[in-house]
């Protein structure tokens, strides 16, 4: 029996209007704390709002079609 | 011996023009480096890797954590996106599995190449070699990690 996926955490919609942004979340990722092109802003506005270890995660463009490394 | 069964990580590619809106499902885990006392103050994705024969990061990511990067161990790889240098250094990753941070001892590179992607590498040497056992089930998009 085929057994249903249910993502662990749907951060994917979160993060998808800041596309191709440094993007910083709450530690529990369901809030965006902040997002820049740059990745130090990004952090520092998750910093400046009191999260000490913010998730920063680059949010993917539409460039991105898979990951390869 | 414990396992830990954990779900993909669900991605959004936003559309395109015609081309409407994706979705990606990879095995990442949650992901801090340490270096002696010094830490990263923020945690990131990191691809559970099979195919990466290393433990690879950004190397702004090494920088923040007071590496003096390209003092390293250099070394040139061949991969799917070409010749890169990687840079090694001897650091503790902490990868969170199911809540819970575990620091693995381990030697890894650093790449320029990963800087604007914002992602690590969790290859063989220095993660699969730290456990049992790692298995994934691409159709249920689930991944095992045994003890």
Same mark, same amino acid.
């Given at each position: 029996?085929? =057994?249903?996926?249910?993502?662990e =955490?749907?951060?994917?919609?979160?993060?998808?209007?800041?596309? +191709?942004?440094?993007?910083? $979340?709450s *530690?529990? =990722?369901?809030?965006? $704390? +902040? %997002?820049?092109?740059?990745?130090?802003?990004?952090?520092?506005?998750?910093?400046?709002? +009191?999260?000490?270890?913010? %998730? $920063?995660?680059?949010?993917?463009?539409?460039?991105? *079609?898979?990951?390869?490394? | 011996?414990?396992?830990?069964?954990?779900?993909y990580?669900?991605?959004?590619?936003?559309?395109?023009?015609?081309?409407?809106?994706?979705? !990606?499902?990879?095995?990442?885990?949650?992901?801090? !480096?340490?270096?002696?006392?010094?830490?990263t103050?923020?945690?990131?994705?990191?691809?559970?890797?099979?195919?990466?024969?290393?433990c690879?990061?950004?190397?702004?990511? &090494?920088? !923040?954590?007071? !590496?003096?990067?390209?003092?390293?161990?250099?070394v040139?790889?061949?991969?799917?996106?070409?010749?890169?240098?990687?840079y090694?250094?001897?650091?503790?990753?902490?990868?969170?599995?199911?809540?819970?941070?575990?620091?693995?001892?381990?030697?890894?590179?650093?790449?320029?190449?990963?800087?604007?992607?914002g992602? &690590?590498?969790? &290859?063989?040497?220095?993660?699969?070699?730290?456990?049992?056992?790692?298995?994934f089930?691409?159709?249920?998009?689930?991944?095992?990690?045994?003890?």
């Open positions: 029996m085929k =057994k249903k996926f249910i993502p =955490k749907d951060m994917a919609d979160v993060i998808l209007p800041f596309a +191709g942004q440094w993007v910083t $979340l *530690s529990d =990722k369901t809030k965006v $704390l +902040g %997002h820049s092109k740059k990745m130090e802003t990004a952090l520092n506005q998750a910093y400046k709002k +009191g999260e000490s270890t913010p %998730h $920063l995660i680059k949010s993917p463009d539409s460039s991105t *079609s898979v990951f390869i490394f | 011996m414990k396992t830990h069964t954990l779900q990580t669900k991605l959004s590619i936003p559309s395109q023009g015609k081309v409407p809106k994706k979705e !990606l499902y990879c095995p990442l885990l949650d992901t801090f !480096l340490f270096n002696k006392s010094i830490q103050h923020f945690s990131f994705k990191s691809i559970v890797d099979s195919g990466a024969d290393f690879v990061f950004p190397e702004k990511f &090494g920088k !923040l954590i007071g !590496l003096d990067v390209k003092a390293g161990d250099k040139l790889t061949f991969g799917v996106g070409g010749i890169e240098t990687l090694f250094h001897k650091i503790q990753i902490g990868v969170h599995i199911k809540g819970e941070l575990w620091k693995l001892d381990c030697k890894a590179g650093f790449s320029a190449k990963l800087n604007p992607k992602i &690590g590498l969790l &290859g063989r040497k220095g993660f699969f070699d730290q456990f049992a056992e790692i298995a089930n691409q159709n249920k998009k689930m991944f095992r990690i045994k003890e």
